[in-house]
């Protein structure tokens, strides 16, 4: 069975694409792992979760992904502790300044 293992790490390149890493990353990266380009995805920033900031994310509307999805625009609507604050979609800010990650904080 180890053999085995082995056999196939041999044929998998030593670092993943950015498609299959699970790491946080920049927003785009992030939507763009999952299908549909990440429409209706749960994302926060990392950073909420080490400030202490519980159940805030947002849920992606809309995206527009470009350069294998390193960059791009994403609209959502914005749930901050459990409450809707967006009546409707905005643009997500801070995509490439800040990591972000899937489900709520």
């Keep these: 069975m180890e053999r085995a293992v082995r056999a196939i790490q041999g044929l ?15 927003l785009y990266q992030v939507l763009s792992r999952a299908p549909g380009g990440g429409v209706g995805q749960l ?16 849920r992606v509307t809309r995206t527009r992904l470009k350069l294998e999805g390193n960059h791009g625009k994403a609209w ?25 990650s899937t489900g709520p904080s």
Excluded at 19 to 25: C, G, H, N, V, Y
Excluded at 45 to 57: D, V
Excluded at 76 to 82: A, E, F, H, N, V
């Design 12 to 26: 998998l390149p030593s670092t993943l694409p950015p498609s299959l890493r699970t790491t946080p990353a920049n």
């Design 43 to 58: 994302v926060h920033q990392i950073r909420w979760t080490e400030k202490g900031i519980r159940n805030c994310h947002w």
């Design 76 to 100: 959502g609507k914005l749930y901050w502790r459990g409450k809707q604050i967006s009546g409707q979609e905005e643009r997500i800010g801070g995509s490439l300044k800040y990591k972000w």
